[in-house]
């Protein structure tokens, strides 16, 4: 997927750990788990915000976007 999480990064720079912030932004430890390792289809903009709060930073420090080697089809681009 080329959208990358660097949740963990952020983490470390702040050193906080993962059940620290998940209780201070009011989500589990599994959940939060998946999310830094990459393991979700998507993440609500409560929680973004409430990271980005927590880690003082945007949410372009966090998600990342990094296009595959192969060329995929855009809905745009369909005949």
């Not at 999480?5 to 050193?15: E, G, I, Q, S, W």
């Not at 209780?23 to 390792?37: A, H, P, Q, V, Y």
């Not at 915000?49 to 192969?70: F, K, M, T, V």
């Amino acid at each position: 997927m080329p959208i990358v999480t660097n949740l963990d990064v952020m983490m470390a720079k702040r050193k906080i750990s993962l059940k620290e912030l998940a209780e201070r932004i009011g989500i589990s430890n599994t959940n939060l788990s998946l999310l830094k390792t990459g393991k979700v289809q998507g993440v609500r903009y409560r929680t973004l915000e409430a990271l980005c709060h927590e880690l003082d930073c945007q949410p372009g420090d966090i998600l990342e976007y990094r296009p595959s080697d192969e060329a995929t089809p855009h809905a745009a681009d369909a005949d």
